[in-house]
């Protein structure tokens, strides 16, 4: 049985729908920004990618769901990476911010899960994205799609708390526990899952990464 089905299902009482999703966000992009730094959530992304699994990558990188790109942007200080980035989200005002941070990243329009990608990333980011998508195992899958072989996912999601509870009402996502993201992304086909709690401040209590990596057939 699935253990964790109970809550899934209550959290699609509350999913919303794409549409709705993108003017939601692009009512938000403008002070987007200033809320991550408020929740620290900027220093946390710093943190995740300098996990030692995380790669500078030689080819291309893709950021899904990015908002305004703070997740892109701290993977890009924290490697120096100067290669091909595309910044993927169903808001346009929240990419337009994200090219404002990101001047020489490549725009995509579109849904996590829906859009076809011309490219196979070595390295995918998606943070706070799959809490949205009514099948994140679907959203997972399409994800590691997109990964070239040994690709590296580096991945944020919404943990259970209070807060994100009440948070749900307004943003409309789901949370999960880390076992069951890290059973998720096992049954999506991801290989050396590692959780990567964030250490302080309000990322440690509302949310945790993960990294992952695509089966690489020749490895
Ligand atoms: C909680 S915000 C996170 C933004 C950014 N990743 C960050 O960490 O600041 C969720 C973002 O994902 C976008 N989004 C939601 N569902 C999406 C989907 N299915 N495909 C692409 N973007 C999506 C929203 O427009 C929004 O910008």
């Not at 959290?11 to 999703?21: F, G, V």
């Not at 995740?48 to 790109?69: E, I, K, M, W, Y």
């Not at 997972?140 to 580096?154: C, I, M």
């Not at 076992?179 to 302080?200: C, H, L, R, T, Y």
Request: proline content about 6%.
């Amino acid at each position: 049985m699935n253990t964790f089905l109970p809550s899934r299902l209550f959290s699609l009482t509350r999913l919303r729908s794409n549409r709705d999703m993108q003017s939601l966000y692009d009512d938000a992009a403008s002070g987007w920004q200033s809320g991550i730094r408020k929740l620290t959530f900027d220093t946390a992304y710093q943190e995740l990618v300098r996990h030692p699994r995380v790669p500078v990558a030689h080819n291309r990188v893709l950021d899904a769901g990015c908002g305004t790109g703070a997740l892109a942007q701290a993977y890009l200080c924290q490697t120096h990476y100067d290669g091909e980035i595309d910044l993927l989200d169903l808001s346009h005002h929240m990419l337009a911010q994200a090219q404002a941070s990101i001047p020489q990243a490549n725009i995509l329009h579109g849904a996590v899960g829906d859009v076809p990608l011309d490219h196979r990333y070595d390295v995918i980011l998606c943070a706070h994205v799959i809490e949205h998508c009514a099948d994140p195992d679907a959203a997972l899958r399409w994800l590691k799609s997109h990964l070239a072989p040994g690709g590296t996912l580096v991945l944020s999601v919404s943990r259970p708390h209070w807060c994100t509870t009440l948070v749900r009402w307004r943003w409309g996502h789901a949370s999960y526990r880390p076992d069951q993201v890290v059973e998720m992304m096992q049954q999506s086909g991801f290989k050396n899952v590692n959780i990567a709690p964030f250490k302080s401040g309000p990322p440690s209590r509302l949310s945790s990464g993960y990294i992952a990596n695509s089966p690489n057939p020749v490895a």
